[in-house]
């Protein structure tokens, strides 16, 4: 045997065993059940998609819970613990500005690892019912753009909004009744297409926005964007920050941690270049590696009694979290103001347009959509796994649940079946068990992220019909007011209102001449009805001169 044959024997050997595994797998109950021969893939070209999907979305774990705790979760002035020298009881003051009050900050970190099981268990329970019941290769979790609504927008942060969190967790709870109501008699798609097409794409570049924008400020990113009392905002990356308004008391863009998170955004960015797979959760690894290190300037554990108690659970590494704060907290009693309806349409819209669209397209790049119908295998089920998923988050006391574009990681590896989906769920079913790890990662780690998925979101703007100033005004409205009002619901109502001045012209037009079409056809048959009746009396009339 030569030298080189040698080399490659073990490799011919491992080739050779993992091609009677496919086989005896394809021929087993499994095989056919998710149609491994049928859809042309393998066993462990699925199991190498469900690993390559999940390493691409595994960030939701840290991002979701941290855009989640910003809204303050059930945490109340009631949590907050006197102040030192002071017999009055703690205010609303106790909750707000960038160093909260210390019992306030312990409720803020017991509701951010409960939310950090709330995502696994809702990303692994929506992934393994879409596998299992849908046969699609797609993965669930809670969505980014419905977070930050949620979080900033409906609950305020920490608090600060008109939805209180109990209200907003049952007007998600809705949403996913009546989104799955909708999928049951077949009005999902229906209703996507009746959204303007322009303003579905602004509506995208819009969320990624207001995601970038998040990333960019200090309470859940780097912080290179700060408060000003003269400009509204203004650049920071401060190395001293006012405590009560976030404003820069100076040493601009001297922040030790915005310098660490503009490394991790160079290391995440240079990955998704290259096409590396994993690329979004490889820049918060490497920052977050740094920021565990006690004794820096950028530690996340600071010598304080707060981050003496972070670092000893952090050092557990391994310890199963049971939810304690988040989990059935929805409350009802707040559905009589007018702005829960509000949110309740702005989150159908969103999960309409964003769902069924990343389905949609998901099914069209893996090559299983079906041209005549416009669908795809699994489609119905798709929609009610979709559903039920959102319900099961908002028990959890989690946001929205929406299909992943990262799927497209998992489908460009081979995935075909919902095997892949079932290896994507087994990840975050390993992911309960590193609580630990995963309740220390720093906003200056999660916020390069926000940055870089916003760009992602941004490639739809090409698509928008620029050159029509009828379509481009209103999507410029639409992902101009997102970010600017910090709202995702006033972009949108701006947007379709604009749309809506813009067009009521023409739809008039059209509608009249609809109308005097209708008219003349009728004054036609009128007219040749007449005729008719009077062509045979003139023939009569003839026949008695004659």
């Not at 008391?249 to 797979?277: D, E, I, Q, Y």
């Not at 290896?423 to 990662?441: C, I, K, M, Y």
């Not at 947007?495 to 009728?522: I, N």
Request: proline share 4%.
């Amino acid at each position: 045997m030569t030298t080189s044959a040698k080399r490659t024997a073990p490799w011919h050997r491992l080739s050779e065993a993992e091609a009677a595994l496919n086989r005896a797998v394809a021929a087993s109950w499994v095989g056919r059940y998710f149609k491994l021969d049928a859809r042309k893939s393998s066993f462990t070209k699925e199991l190498r998609a469900g690993a390559a999907t999940f390493l691409t979305m595994a960030y939701i774990i840290s991002v979701n819970a941290a855009i989640l705790t910003d809204s303050g979760g059930p945490c109340t002035v009631r949590d907050c613990t006197p102040v030192a020298n002071s017999t009055a009881a703690p205010g609303p003051e106790c909750t707000a500005g960038p160093s909260p009050n210390p019992g306030y900050e312990q409720c803020l970190a017991r509701t951010k690892s409960d939310l950090i099981v709330a995502t696994a268990v809702a990303a692994m329970a929506g992934s393994f019912a879409m596998g299992v019941f849908a046969n699609l290769p797609l993965a669930l979790a809670p969505g980014m753009g419905a977070n930050a609504y949620f979080a900033y927008n409906m609950v305020g942060f920490h608090g600060s909004g008109s939805i209180p969190y109990g209200t907003a967790l049952a007007v998600v709870m809705l949403e996913g009744v009546v989104f799955l109501a909708l999928s049951a008699v077949g009005l999902r798609s229906r209703l996507a297409r009746l959204i303007p097409r322009n303003i579905r794409l602004a509506s995208a570049v819009g969320i990624g926005l207001f995601l970038a924008f998040t990333g960019l400020q200090a309470h859940q990113g780097v912080g290179l964007v700060g408060a000003s009392p003269s400009t509204l905002v203004t650049l920071a990356a401060c190395s001293e920050v006012d405590p009560a308004t976030g404003a820069c008391l100076g040493g601009t863009m001297r922040s030790p941690t915005f310098w660490l998170g503009a490394a991790g955004f160079l290391v995440t960015a240079t990955c998704l270049a290259r096409n590396v797979k994993g690329a979004m959760i490889y820049g918060i690894v490497v920052v977050t590696a740094v920021s565990w290190i006690r004794g820096t300037s950028v530690t996340v554990f600071p010598d304080t009694a707060a981050g003496d108690a972070a670092f000893a659970y952090f050092r557990k590494v391994v310890g199963f979290h049971m939810i304690s704060t988040t989990a059935g907290k929805i409350s009802f009693a707040g559905f009589r103001h007018g702005n829960v309806w509000v949110a309740l349409v702005t989150l159908l819209y969103v999960d309409v347009l964003d769902t069924t669209g990343t389905m949609y397209s998901m099914a069209e790049y893996g090559g299983f959509a079906d041209e005549a119908t416009g669908g795809f295998e699994g489609e119905y089920r798709a929609f009610l796994v979709d559903a039920g998923s959102t319900v099961l988050s908002a028990g959890l006391g989690s946001s929205t649940v929406t299909t992943y574009i990262e799927s497209a990681a998992g489908i460009r590896e081979g995935g075909r079946t919902g095997l892949t989906a079932v290896t994507v769920a087994a990840g975050f079913l390993a992911s309960l068990f590193f609580g630990p790890l995963l309740t220390s990662v720093p906003p200056w780690a999660v916020g390069p992220s926000l940055v870089l998925v916003g760009a992602m979101m941004m490639r739809v703007a090409g698509e928008i019909e620029w050159g029509d100033m009828k379509e481009g005004v209103p999507a410029f409205v639409t992902m101009a007011l997102m970010p600017l009002s910090f709202s995702i619901a006033y972009g949108i109502i701006a947007g379709l209102g604009v749309y809506v001045a813009l067009h009521w012209y023409d739809w008039a037009r059209h509608g009249l001449g609809k109308v005097r079409g209708v008219l003349d056809e009728r004054r036609n048959q009128v007219a040749a009805a007449a005729g008719e009746v009077v062509g045979p009396a003139a023939a009569a009339e003839q026949d008695d001169v004659v």
